[in-house]
């Protein structure tokens, strides 16, 4: 059974940082496009970044210069460095594995930015 984890989340000052992971098990790591994506209370789930196999790069304009993602295949595991946080970054952060066959989604771990 395919899982991925998400650790790393917690609580955070505005301006401080936070770094991600997911470990993604029974799957060849290296065929997936990984992704973390976030879902703030009442509003849609939203792309943040991806990382091809390749190691090519997407962020979205919220986030551009703040946050990093990066995958580490030899661990099956991308992270997502994220610096300078605010408050509108609080959310349920999830990873998502993408191939043409099928994708797979971690839990998600909560990132709460708060004064």
């Known amino acids: 059974q395919v899982q991925l984890v998400e650790s790393g989340g917690g609580l955070v000052q505005p301006g401080g940082s936070l770094r991600l992971s997911c470990a993604a098990s029974?799957?060849?790591?290296?065929?997936?496009?990984m992704g973390w994506y976030r879902q703030a209370p009442g509003k849609q789930r939203e792309l943040v970044a991806t990382i091809t196999r390749g190691g090519s790069t997407y962020y979205a304009d919220s986030v551009k210069g703040r946050f990093t993602i990066s995958r580490d295949s030899a661990k099956n595991t991308v992270y997502l460095q994220m610096n300078n946080l605010k408050l509108e970054d609080t959310a349920v952060y999830s990873c998502k594995a993408e191939s043409p066959v099928r994708d797979y989604w971690g839990q998600g771990t909560q990132v709460t930015v708060s004064s």
């Open positions: 029974r799957i060849i790591f290296s065929m997936y496009i």
